[in-house]
């Protein structure tokens, strides 16, 4: 058995998290098994699935991986000690440079840099460009094979680099595959939802760059105007309290509902006419590959990659700079469009590559080469 160790961070309910857990499900694991290394002392959300699937946790304190050349230094003596590793794959954008450099000197020989992300908040001040150009430089010497969730996210961290293979941020599409005639509607009963009222859901972490603000903002316009309309925010995170705090003072507390971090994400979506992201920037969400494989239409921010519409009519891009009358009156506009049917989205999103059993046997021919 070849064994792979992801530097992750920590695993929780995340895009690129939930990405790693759909290929470890489907994974061979008789011929290759993940470990994961966390810079977190706290208990995440895959834990216990991890050690089921038979991987392994090593972590390393936040106290020890605050400044990057000490947790440089944590990941060799870590990598050395749990040796043999088959390879390391590397997902912290540019801290990938100094987790591939510890893996060179451990003697790990296949090392994986791989790209999520499209942008990166650092990019706007000065400092944060000359890490940025020095981090690429790093990962381009000390990385061996490099894997991009898309075309843009590849061209972000490896640009001119002719060698990076696209994996597609696959999903179960048969999860996702819901009926036109068969929508459960559990969640709409529970919190006493009418009918008529528009459902809009925003999935994802509790961060800046997700851009929260805009859509309880967003909410209080809709609001009003007296649209009817419910607006359930599906994640976690640390801005979870000033989110909070933010729909009770603009007076939403029953407009608004906070779920939680969730694991029946089709289940949500199910419920949902409409799901919002005006993130400030994405790489390849995963939760805009499962709404569409689920048929539900997305309003989502031009800060997002165009690459990230699969072409069946789900996505609808709106600037930030808009007024929130416009994203209103676009958002009405997809709600009188007719919903995708099954065949059409499995058809797309299998011939896309999205369909995880595809996936994981591009992943595991990688490995192999």
């Given amino acids: 058995m070849k064994r792979i160790v992801h530097v992750v961070g920590l695993m929780n309910r995340a895009g690129a998290e939930t990405m790693i857990m759909n290929l470890y499900r489907k994974l061979d694991r008789k011929e290759y098994q993940f470990d994961f290394i966390y810079f977190t002392e706290e208990e995440c959300d895959y834990d216990n699935e991890i050690i089921e699937l038979g991987g392994r946790i090593f972590r390393i304190s936040e106290k020890n991986s605050r400044n990057p050349i000490i947790r440089t230094f944590f990941v060799y003596k870590l990598i050395k000690r749990e040796s043999p590793f088959y390879a390391i794959q590397c997902h912290q954008l540019f801290s990938n440079s100094f987790h591939l450099v510890a893996a060179f000197f451990a003697g790990v020989k296949m090392r994986i840099a791989h790209s999520h992300n499209t942008s990166d908040v650092n990019s706007e001040s000065f400092l944060g460009r000359i890490y940025q150009r020095f981090a690429k430089i790093i990962m381009s010497r000390f990385a061996t094979h490099f894997i991009a969730c898309g075309e843009n996210a590849g061209k972000f961290l490896f640009p001119g680099n002719d060698k990076v293979v696209f ?115 994405e790489g390849f969400p995963v939760v805009l590959v499962e709404s569409q494989a689920a048929g539900v239409p997305a309003l989502i921010s031009e800060s997002i990659s165009s690459e990230v519409d699969l072409g069946i009519d789900l996505v609808h891009f709106s600037s930030l700079d808009a007024s929130f009358e416009e994203w209103y009156n676009k958002l009405k506009i997809i709600l009188k469009e007719k919903r995708v049917s099954v065949k059409q989205r499995r058809d797309v999103l299998a011939k896309k590559g999205f369909d995880i059993n595809s996936s994981v046997k591009i992943l595991e021919k990688f490995y192999e080469k």
Avoid: C, W
Avoid at 197 to 208: A, K
């Fill in 167 to 281: 994996l597609p941020n696959a999903i179960d599409v048969n999860k996702f595959m819901i009926e036109e005639d068969g929508v459960k509607r559990t969640l709409l009963d529970e919190h006493k939802i009418g009918k008529n009222t528009i459902v809009i859901s925003q999935i994802g972490r509790f961060s800046p760059v997700k851009n929260h603000e805009f859509t309880l903002n967003f909410a209080k316009y809709l609001n009003d105007n007296e649209v009817d309309f419910h607006l359930m925010l599906v994640g976690d995170g640390f801005l979870k309290n000033d989110l909070k705090k933010l729909r009770n003072d603009l007076s939403l507390e029953k407009k608004v509902t906070f779920l939680g971090i969730r694991q029946d994400i089709e289940n949500i979506l199910s419920n949902s006419d409409i799901m919002i992201m005006p993130s400030f920037y």
